[in-house]
């Protein structure tokens, strides 16, 4: 076990793709996952190199006192988000772990700091979360500016590594080709507006910049299938209210090759969120040439601009589209940076 690159996984979308690339480019000998989480809801198949935490008071007791063996054991830490609060404790008990930890930063984890509730069990969690994050031997992820708001809230000094993290954020060449071909065809403008119920995604704000147009042919999508339930209901009333049946909220899961199919269907995409949020969904958008309207005072509205990548600010929202030339431009560089050679490249540097 000693040998082994052990990941420190919460269940979650972006796990069971993660192990089956693993898995296909480098083998799962070297790796082992110990995962905790909401298996009905996030399904993970059995796997000799995974760990299912079972989630009976005993068998939580039993999952945690492993990954305290497999955390002193292992070579490599990777893990993939910092949320779940013991595995913060232990880290926080035992500092000498985290020198080899690598902290996949996932956005929530980070802007918890900014956008939390500042309560008695924030300021708890804060103290036990600053040492280790301060401490953190390496900090994972590709947007610069989520390394530099670690190292100015928390003073953190690890090592930054360069990369993409998960195949969500891989295009795919022949969706691309097939997308910029031209999306299926529809009657007037197929507007997306967030990608979850979490309330940073601030929808109401940008339902209020799209009222100037409820009187054109516009469809307003919502994904609101994970979140906040009573946000979303929130979110649905108004939205019917104010547009009606140009209103669709989608509150049933999709697939990941149906999600990608509707996708190809919008023609404006509108992420309003106040914080490091939905590069999935953005990524690919951009790649297919479509038209995405960030705000412009979050990190990854300044990486994108960095990598010559244009997006529109949501502040000056007027339902244009970007240039033609400026499209076709955005799908280049997205192809050329967000692939599957580029992901494998990064974790083989992490790994080795």
Same mark, same amino acid.
């Given at each position: 076990?000693?040998?082994k690159i052990l ?6 979308? =972006? *796990? ?9 480019? =480098? ?45 002193? @054991? ?13 595995? *913060?404790?232990?880290?926080? $008990? ?11 930063? /996932? ?9 939390? +509730?500042?309560?008695?069990? /924030?300021?708890?969690? +804060? =103290? ?19 390394? +530099?708001?670690?190292?100015? /809230? ?50 109401? +704000? ?35 209210? /104010? ?7 989608? @509150? ?12 190809? @269907? ?19 958008? $951009?790649?297919?040439?479509?038209t995405v309207y ?56 992490? =790994?080795?």
């Amino acid at each position: 076990m000693s040998k082994k690159i052990l990941h420190v996984c919460n269940a979650d979308n =972006f *796990i069971p793709p993660f192990i089956d690339f693993i898995e296909k480019q =480098f083998g799962l000998d070297g790796h082992f996952f110990w995962i905790n989480g909401d298996f009905d809801f996030y399904p993970v198949k059995q796997h000799k190199s995974a760990y299912k935490v079972k989630k009976s008071i005993t068998g939580q007791m039993i999952g945690f006192v492993k990954l305290i063996y497999l955390l002193n @054991t292992s070579s490599k830490v990777i893990l993939h988000g910092i949320f779940n609060p013991r595995v *913060i404790l232990i880290l926080f $008990l035992m500092p000498w772990l985290l020198k080899k930890c690598y902290w996949v930063m /996932w956005g929530g984890d980070l802007y918890v700091y900014q956008l939390g +509730e500042k309560n008695w069990k /924030w300021k708890v969690k +804060e =103290f036990l979360r600053r040492p280790v994050i301060k401490n953190m031997g390496h900090l994972v992820t590709y947007i610069p500016g989520d390394v +530099e708001l670690a190292r100015q /809230w928390y003073g953190a000094k690890g090592e930054y590594h360069e990369c993409l993290m998960y195949i969500s954020n891989v295009v795919d060449p022949d969706m691309i080709q097939e997308a910029q071909a031209g999306s299926e065809e529809h009657l007037g403008i197929n507007i997306l507006v967030g990608n979850s119920a979490d309330p940073s995604n601030n929808h109401i +704000e940008s339902l209020e910049k799209l009222l100037p147009y409820k009187e054109d042919e516009i469809k307003i999508f919502v994904p609101l299938s994970y979140g906040n339930h009573e946000y979303a209901k929130k979110v649905i009333e108004t939205g019917k209210a /104010w547009f009606g049946e140009n209103f669709v909220p989608i @509150t049933s899961f999709m697939e990941f090759d149906e999600y990608l199919k509707f996708l190809k @269907t919008i023609d404006i995409a509108i992420f309003n969120h106040n914080r490091q949020q939905a590069m999935g969904n953005t990524i690919t958008l $951009l790649g297919m040439g479509r038209t995405v309207y960030l705000r412009s005072d979050v990190s990854q509205w300044f990486f994108f601009e960095d990598k010559g990548i244009k997006c529109l600010d949501f502040n000056l929202f007027n339902k244009k589209f970007i240039l033609s030339k400026d499209a076709k431009s955005n799908s280049k560089i997205c192809l050329n940076y967000f692939n599957i050679i580029m992901l494998r490249h990064q974790y083989s540097e992490i =790994f080795k």
